[in-house]
């Protein structure tokens, strides 16, 4: 039974968090660059694991019956997203990409944690993710088996994020080329409209 529980919360949250988002692909750059990995991603699992917790104690079951909050969170999300995509477009059509050499600027630890909590607390779906969709299926989880719910979503994120921020350096011959980012931003471009676009599903 723990182990089932265990298992539910690392699936359900494995399954919400490997789309490629502006966390996701911000993670995904620093990795390829080499810049400030492990704090970034341990900001990200600190998040997750406040974020989950706060919806499985139950905000997450208040949020499901908020529809005025649930719209607002939507529309906030979808002009969000829409923006970071326009910003993707930008770069990819106006050679703004990164080059990984050996002179390319390292930008400040202090730079780097602001841009996390950015593409982390002011993303709505972030929110719609951990705390109304992981932490509304924890929340029916009997009380005493929830711990186990929240460390099988601690582990699927932690796993999530030191693949993705220490396994994209295994990319970097493929990212050294300059049509390799501008094809990045572009897939991240037309992914976030997508996530947007699917955000207009919630608005009532």
Known sequence: MIFDVFLKGFIVTISLI????????YILKLGLLK????????????????LITTGVLGLGFFIQGNQVLINSI????????????FISFKSAFKNESLIIDGNVKTNPLKKVITLVLVFTLLNP?????TILLIGGIGANVQDDLKIYFLLGSVLASSVWFFTLGFG???LIPLFKKPMTWKILDILIGFLMLFIAYSLLTLIK
């Open 18 to 25: 490997v789309a490629i988002g502006a966390q996701n692909a």
């Open 35 to 50: 810049q400030h990995v492990l704090p970034a991603i341990l900001l990200c699992i600190f998040f997750d694991f406040l």
């Open 74 to 85: 939507a529309i906030f999300g979808i002009v969000f997203l829409i923006f970071y995509a």
């Open 125 to 129: 779906h972030t929110y719609l993710d």
């Open 168 to 170: 994209s350096r295994f």
